[in-house]
């Protein structure tokens, strides 16, 4: 308690720290004010019907996303995910298209035209999301419109704000990168997150404990062992890394020698981290989108399982993305030929490995065996809230037993940890924690 302390106190006393954190807890109020602003038109007191659809399945996990805002009718109903699923567009066709290859290439101004080309299509997307949303909140809460309002009039105006919304909201969270602490996108999909945890663990607790006798009371705690296992596991995911020597070679400068020494190179496991996860989650948003919010209840076939996050269709195929997503993250994030490239301009080598073209295929030899248990496992973890459900456990509360929420809880907590430590340690201050630096893994790849 006393470490604690005194930590936040170092962190007070440094004002650069200080302005980032209240930067950042500044932005987050905006963000969440804006997620309980009601469309123009809306009677929030008429709602009910909206907030029971959204309270299971597939809407209750975009609403989870969204921090509530979907259910809300909020000017911010449509939230980041837009964004995010434009990303998953551009980053491929800047692997599979010349054009896009070759402005990647272009260093900071090829970087502007890329994140230019992503809020375009971002609009694109939401144009087509908000009205889809905007049907769906008339099936559904139908009477909470006002009786005035011209339709036509009411759409185009929704849209308009729907998309303005979501485009503030990724305005913030850029302010957040580089004004305040941590990764703003991931950061703002971590509030929404978080806003949800309370809810669904009282409606746990009132569902236990209303179980007749103390079994309730018993599976409640057994729950509690068991989601913290799973947090155990995917801290260990995202910390996980296999150290590969490097030995470099003598030097000598004048009369002085350098070098010599053995040094390690850290390979993660899941070198991705959570980004295959939630590239994947974009994509399993998609069905839902183009059958319609209001019409996924009445799908049939296998629309209907891909709408359904319980289901067997749903979970494997989700489970396949996340898996592939793994792999192609990790290859355009780690880049074995320019590390055999430095290693050898800098007199470096690994023992019993040929400098060059054959370190460079040994590096991704090992990348390659780490990153499929690593990418099964993260597959696994994701999958978890369909089980959870299986045991009765209520369904919000099921999705922090895994899934895209707690691999994003973990992963960007532990990356804003470390930021917030290296901003101690770079001002001789002691660290988070007595017993070692915080490992974590920069999710800020938008």
């Known amino acids: 308690m006393r470490k604690s302390i005194e930590t936040l106190k170092n962190i007070w006393k440094i004002e650069d720290l200080r302005q980032r954190i209240l930067i950042t807890i500044l932005f987050v109020a905006i963000y969440r004010f804006g997620s309980y602003v009601v469309l123009p038109g809306i009677n929030p007191a008429m709602l009910t019907q909206l907030h029971q659809q959204t309270s299971e399945g597939l809407l209750a996990l975009l609403n989870m996303f969204s921090g509530g805002a979907f259910s809300n009718a909020s000017i911010f109903a449509l939230g980041i995910m837009p964004y995010i699923s434009a990303s998953i567009v551009i980053q491929l066709l800047a692997i599979a298209v010349p054009y896009f290859q070759k402005i990647q290439r272009e260093g900071e101004s090829g970087r502007r035209k890329i ?51 979501s485009m503030f909201i990724l305005w913030l969270g850029e302010r957040i990168t580089d004004k305040g602490i941590g990764n703003g996108i991931s950061f703002i999909i971590l509030i929404g997150i978080i806003a949800r945890l309370p809810q669904s663990l009282f409606q746990e607790v009132v569902s236990r404990l209303s179980s007749p006798g103390a079994g309730g009371i018993v599976m409640f705690l057994l729950e509690i062992v068991f989601l913290l296992f799973v947090i155990a596991g995917a ?17 000598i400068v004048g009369n002085k020698q350098f070098g010599g020494a053995r040094q390690y190179i850290p390979l993660k496991v899941n070198a991705a981290n959570v980004m295959p996860i939630i590239f994947a989650q974009a994509i399993m948003f998609i069905p839902i989108t183009l059958v319609g919010f209001s019409d996924a209840a009445n ?26 997503f793994t792999y192609f993250y990790t290859a355009i994030t780690i880049n074995p030929t320019q590390m055999a490239e430095d290693m050898k301009r800098n007199n470096g080598f690994i023992p019993g490995i040929k400098p060059g073209k054959n370190t460079a295929e040994y590096i991704d030899a090992i990348m390659s065996r780490i990153t499929l248990p690593g990418s099964i496992f993260l597959a696994i973890v994701a999958i978890m809230p369909a089980f959870a459900g299986l045991f009765g456990v209520q369904a919000e509360f099921a999705q922090f037993f895994g899934g895209t929420s707690l691999l994003i809880l973990v992963g960007v907590v532990l990356d804003t940890l470390q930021q917030v430590e290296s901003h101690l340690l770079m001002r001789h201050y002691d660290g988070l924690l007595s017993s ?11």
Do not use: C, E
Request: proline residues 3%; hydrophobic residues 55%; glycine residues 6%.
């Open 115 to 165: 994140n230019q080309y992503t809020r375009i299509l971002t609009i694109a997307i939401l144009i087509v999301q908000a009205p889809s949303y905007l049907m769906n909140l008339k099936m559904q809460a139908g009477p909470s419109l006002n009786a005035s309002l011209d339709w036509t009039f009411f759409i185009i105006t929704s849209t308009i704000i729907l998309a303005a919304g």
């Open 299 to 324: 799908a049939s076939g296998f629309v209907r399982a891909l709408v359904d996050h319980t289901s067997f269709w749903y979970n494997f195929i989700f489970a396949v993305l996340i898996i592939v």
């Open 235 to 251: 801290i260990l995911l995202v910390r996980g890394v296999r150290k590969v020597p490097v030995q470099y070679a003598k030097r």
């Open 436 to 446: 070692g630096r915080i490992k974590g893994r920069n999710v800020a790849a938008y």
